[in-house]
């Protein structure tokens, strides 16, 4: 069995998992505490799916056991986050939050009826059952979702600066772990709350603006997508400030 020593230098450390890069490889590993077998394996398949489907995403090498954890070694991709860029070149930013929008648009061009994938709408009805929020909350929640349209857009679920690295003229995109197939306006709201969460208010209004412009789509609509979605990250987010923040988004609109 492989140990950790042999996986190189650790550059970095999230809750429950740990980043090393070792001569072309980046290997992630994954606390079992927090993850399965099978959650990584989720990750694997969804990052060979999207190359399957032309994306610029690290190639997977490797899936293993290490220890009581979970491995899974890729390509390393040699170049920089869109959030290191940001913040190196903070005057910048407008053009580098475009530049997200752009690779999002691609993305999310991409139609997708493929079974390997999860329908984004039952990811979200699942996360609502499971937010802890009252009863009258979550059915005005399931009721408002199930109205929505459905599309088959390929999703990423995870879109921030952090998981795009671009290289010359060419991007790529890690993290495929929340990969799903729903509705543009969806993700938009996903990034859009991800980059609140962060502490990035302005960036996320800068953002949503900015998406809105380019896919000529209300700012309303989204807004809706915004409030489902702030339901869902409360299954995920324990700490009490972000939480009130989930809160106060899930009422943005009278969704009564
Ligand atoms: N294949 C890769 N090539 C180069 N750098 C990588 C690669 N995979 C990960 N990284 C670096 O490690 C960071 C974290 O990786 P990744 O986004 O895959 O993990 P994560 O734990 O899911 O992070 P988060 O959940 O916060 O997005 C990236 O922002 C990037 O800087
Ligand atoms: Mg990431």
């Known amino acids: 069995m492989i140990n950790e020593k042999e996986l190189g230098e650790l550059i970095l450390t999230r809750n429950n998992k740990k980043i090393y890069r070792n001569d072309g490889t980046i290997t992630k590993v994954y606390d079992h505490k927090a993850y399965s077998f099978s959650d990584v394996l989720r990750e694997a398949m969804n990052q060979s799916y999207a190359r399957e489907c032309g994306f610029n995403a690290p190639e997977v090498y ?3 056991p290490i220890g009581k954890d979970y491995a899974l070694a890729s390509e390393e ?3 920089k986050t869109l959030a290191q860029l940001i913040e190196e070149n903070p005057s910048d930013k407008r053009k580098y939050i475009a530049k997200l929008v752009q690779i999002q648009l691609d993305v999310l061009s991409h139609l997708s009826s493929n079974l390997k994938l999860p329908k984004l709408k ?3 009805n699942a996360y609502i059952s499971d937010s802890g929020l009252d009863a009258s909350t979550r059915y005005d929640l399931h009721v408002r979702l199930e ?3 459905n599309h088959y857009k390929v999703c990423h679920g995870d879109l921030v600066p952090h998981n795009i690295i671009l290289v010359k003229d060419k991007y790529y995109i890690l993290d495929w772990a929340h990969c799903t ?3 543009s306006s969806a993700d938009a709201a996903m990034t859009y709350i991800l980059l609140v969460l962060d502490g990035d208010e302005k960036g996320a209004e800068m953002y949503l603006k900015e998406f809105c412009r380019r896919s000529d789509i209300a700012i309303q609509y989204v807004q809706q ?4 979605v702030s339901a869902t990250k409360l299954v995920t987010t324990k700490d009490k400030e972000k939480r009130a923040l989930l809160l106060r988004n899930i009422n943005v609109v009278d969704y009564i």
């Open 122 to 124: 039952d990811k979200l």
């Open 62 to 64: 490797d899936v293993f």
């Open 181 to 183: 197939r729903g509705n």
């Open 225 to 228: 997508w915004i409030s489902v």
């Open 147 to 149: 109205k929505m349209p």
């Open 77 to 79: 991709i040699k170049g």
